[in-house]
């Protein structure tokens, strides 16, 4: 069926195509949904995948054939205060956990967002232990701006041929 519906929107000569519905019960299931459905998508034309916001999951599907995302994950995580940051555990730490208390650097130190610029991980644990309603808005900016900067490096890993040698540097 997955089959048959991509070959029938394909047909109807939209500008972009998503896949979303059931995409399985595990993450080997989701990939077979994609490889059932990929193929029969025009190759020109943008393919969104809907719900995908892991940093592990976004090199997989974009291996799939994936151009496009949309996930809760990075707003939420922010509004808690869990932030995206390369080369930690699961690519994340909690702002709120009592190491970062006095720590004076940036979220993560390659990030070149607005919050990362002008705010140690210190204030920002600080404001989010006060719950200032800027707390949430600074970690949204950083964790918004980490995934826009890990898509450009994918975009720019696929044209340049070493999208292996990037999944390599990030550790996936
Ligand atoms: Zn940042």
Redesign the pocket.
């Known amino acids: 069926m997955r089959q048959e519906s991509g070959s029938f929107i394909a047909s109807q000569g939209f500008d972009g195509f998503a896949i979303g519905g059931s995409l399985g019960r595990s993450k080997e299931e989701m990939y077979q949904v994609l490889e059932w459905t990929v193929p029969h998508l025009p190759q020109d034309k943008p393919r969104h995948l809907l719900g995908i916001g892991e940093i592990e999951d976004i090199f997989e599907v974009v291996k799939c054939g994936i151009d496009l995302f949309d996930c809760v994950a990075p707003t939420r995580m922010a509004r808690t205060g869990t932030l995206f940051v390369k080369g930690t555990e699961r690519f994340r730490i909690h702002i709120l956990n009592a190491r970062f208390k006095d720590d004076p650097g940036?979220?993560?130190e390659d990030?070149h967002?607005h919050?990362?610029c002008n705010y140690s991980r210190a204030y920002l644990r600080h404001l989010f232990a006060a719950k200032e309603p800027s707390a949430i808005r600074l970690a949204t900016i950083?964790n918004l701006?980490?995934l826009e900067s890990l898509m450009r490096q994918i975009r720019t890993a696929i044209r340049e041929n070493r999208l292996e040698a990037l999944k390599r540097e990030w550790e996936i």
């Open positions: 940036p979220i993560d990030c967002c919050t990362c950083h701006h980490f």
